[in-house]
């Protein structure tokens, strides 16, 4: 049996694309929940966009008091699959996990994640669409834009080119 001992956070696995749902159901109940979102970089015939994403797919973090509140009733709530268990009962998620992905929330409630370099300089590219698709090269750096910097070698001759860095992949 579980004693009352404060809230804790939870890991709450929701449906497919369900996220939002299940997180506004939570609230109605009377649980606090947390759902971290991020910005995601979409490609779609030949445009980005930027577009809300959960930074856990099908996954939603709630508050609760499991020896005091009904947390079984979270298992029927609409957008939800299960609550993460151990056993019988729910498996709690640190508090240091919650607390750092909202230090990391910009002002709009975004958590924004380190963009680390994808290659290394010198390392062998591809060039995955457009003028230059199928060719190879050598990376070089990356810009403040999202951008990679790649050296071609183009008629014998080593030419610099920037790309947006999702069109370069590892040869």
Not at 79 to 106: H, I, N, Q, T
Not at 122 to 140: I, M, N, P
Request: net charge positive.
């Amino acid at each position: 049996m579980i004693t009352s001992g404060g809230l804790h956070w939870y890991a709450v696995q929701t449906h497919p694309r369900a996220e939002i749902k299940a997180a506004t159901h939570l609230s109605r109940q009377g649980f606090e929940n947390y759902l971290p979102r991020y910005l995601k970089r979409r490609r779609h015939a030949r445009r980005t966009e930027n577009v809300i994403a959960p930074l856990f797919p099908r996954c939603v973090f709630v508050a609760i008091d499991v020896g005091v509140q009904r947390w079984r009733a979270i298992q029927s709530t609409i957008g939800v699959c299960r609550m993460v268990c151990s056993g019988e009962y729910p498996a709690a998620v640190s508090a240091s996990v919650v607390d750092g992905l909202k230090s990391r929330e910009d002002e709009r409630g975004f958590v924004k994640l380190e963009r680390r370099p994808r290659f290394a300089p010198g390392d062998k590219v591809r060039v995955l669409e457009g003028v230059f698709s199928a060719c190879l090269g050598l990376f070089e750096s990356t810009t403040d834009r999202e951008r990679v910097v790649i050296l071609l070698d183009l008629l014998g001759r080593k030419v610099r080119v920037v790309l947006d860095s999702e069109l370069v992949s590892t040869a």
